[in-house]
């Protein structure tokens, strides 16, 4: 799923025939591919700005502490945790045995998505998860992402990026295309200085990472 649509694109770009729009979808497709690479969270078959609406398992190294790093999801299903990091079966964890949340475990937010960790409930049944030593001891099932649907401003960057791939595919991808109006050849840049200034300044790109 792309962060933006066809109609979207073509309405950025003035083009009112649908003649090109499977090359346009290719575009908007890899263009939110290369939005999740830069802001380091690309996964294959997942949109991080656009979290499937199933829930999917995913195993991670236990941290032997009362709370658990996990990758940013807006909402956790199920937890499982091994009683040991020897044994071969999880045990799985009641909805009052844990709680997500976002931030830091000295500083938790339980409000605002993503959540990006787990934490062991004062009034489970558990007091921590199971260290991983050489493998996976702890097991979530999430609805892994950013958001249910892409921001604003994340579909706007997509638009942006896909209208500048099809310029530059109209001209043969050349570096330098000739401006008439303004008499000089305009070089093209990695990153247009509004599309970073979206990840950027948006604070969309982290700097520490984990599970990923």
């Known amino acids: 799923m792309a962060y ?17 729009d499977a090359v346009l979808a290719n575009i908007l497709t890899a263009a939110s591919i290369s939005i999740d690479r830069a802001v380091n969270h690309y996964l294959p078959g997942f949109e991080f700005y656009a979290a499937p609406a199933a829930a999917s398992a995913r195993l991670y190294a236990g941290s032997g502490k009362r709370w658990q790093r996990i990758d940013p999801c807006i909402a956790v299903s199920t937890v499982a945790v091994k009683d040991s990091y020897t044994d071969l079966v999880y045990t799985a964890w009641g909805a009052t045995d844990w709680i997500a949340f976002s931030s830091s475990f000295e500083h938790p937010n339980f409000a605002d998505l993503p959540y990006t960790a787990l934490m062991t409930d004062p009034n489970g049944d558990f007091n921590y998860f199971t260290r991983g030593v050489q493998g996976p001891t702890v097991q979530v099932s999430a609805r892994w ?41 305009l070089y093209q840049k990695s990153l247009d200085p509004d599309i970073r200034r979206i990840l950027v300044d948006g604070r969309y790109i982290n700097s520490v990472m984990y599970g990923l």
């Open 4 to 20: 933006a649509t066809v109609l979207e694109l073509r309405a950025q770009i003035d083009k009112i025939s649908n003649a090109t």
């Open 145 to 185: 992402g950013y958001s249910a649907t892409p921001p604003a401003d994340i579909a706007e960057a997509c638009i942006m990026q896909s209208a500048r791939w099809y310029k530059r595919l109209q001209g043969a991808m050349s570096d330098a295309l000739a401006s008439g109006e303004l008499g000089m050849l």
